[in-house]
């Protein structure tokens, strides 16, 4: 639950509660590690007791999910440079989860997908779902690591104002690989498996950092859960060009 606020000065604020305390206390590790980045909503306080979590009010606000357009890469560029503009070094007892436990996570909630949605889980043939899960690990325990949004979509970045532009924010952090950070960018306007790849060289050329090839593998493992979301929301044409970029035997 998100709701307005603000200071006794005036300021405008979001009160955000969740009863998942684990969920809260690794989003608030991650928002203080992002302080000094313009790309991130900014921490006021918390109380990691109550799951309760003080944050600005971006706005205008408008979430690019919702926007009629398609959003151009000129402005997702500077806020993934931003996100991974230095190593994170985690303290002690910081607890955030890697990114292999992020994946596993997200294929066993696609599992359950499946399972609550038959005519979906004959569209999808299980050894693509396994083939895709086991690509997912492998590339986890590889790469460069950095401090990761973890759920980096167009439904959690909001409008900000001029200075600072586009805003992420409901982190599900994670500590790995960059590259999984862009999937949801590189595979947003289709186009199959060249127009994917010509995107993700684009931003390679302009993100410090973004390795091509591991950002296309890890597109190609992420496609089967895309692919998934796509074909319970209605999106057939979306979801089956998904499963074309899926790995297979």
């Known amino acids: 639950m998100v709701l307005p606020c603000e200071s006794a000065a005036g300021e405008l604020l979001a009160l955000k509660l969740t009863p998942d305390l684990k969920i809260a206390a690794d989003e608030a590790a991650a928002l203080e590690a992002w ?6 909503v900014r921490l006021h306080d918390a109380d ?5 979590l003080l944050l600005e009010r971006v706005l205008p606000g408008n979430r690019l999910a919702d926007e009629p357009d398609r959003w151009p890469l000129e402005e997702i560029a500077p806020m993934l440079s ?3 503009c230095q190593p994170f070094r985690p303290g002690p007892g910081s607890g955030l989860p890697d990114l292999r436990e992020r994946a596993e996570f997200l294929f066993e909630m696609t599992r359950r997908r499946l399972d609550l949605h038959p005519a979906v889980a004959g569209r999808v043939p299980r050894e ?6 086991n690509l997912a690990g492998a590339l986890a325990g590889q790469g460069e690591v950095r401090l990761l949004h973890g759920d980096l979509h167009p439904g959690n970045v909001l409008r900000g104002r001029e200075e600072s532009g586009l805003v ?8 790995g690989d960059p590259a999984f950070d862009v999937v949801d960018w590189a595979v947003a306007d289709g186009g199959g498996e060249q127009a994917v790849r010509q995107r993700i060289d684009w931003l390679a050329a302009r993100v410090d950092g973004l390795d091509p090839d591991r950002t296309w593998a890890w597109c190609q493992a ?3 859960v895309l692919a998934v ?5 209605g999106g057939d044409s979306a979801g089956e060009e998904m499963l074309t970029m899926a790995p297979r035997q």
């Not at 693509?128 to 899960?133: F, I, L, N, T």
């Open 229 to 233: 979301i796509s074909f319970i929301t």
């Open 222 to 224: 992420m496609a089967v």
């Open 82 to 84: 931003a996100l991974w």
């Open 168 to 175: 992420a924010i409901d982190p599900r952090p994670c500590l």
């Open 48 to 52: 990691l007791d109550h799951g309760a």
């Open 35 to 40: 302080r000094a980045c313009r790309h991130v």
């Open 128 to 133: 693509v779902m396994e083939d895709s899960r």
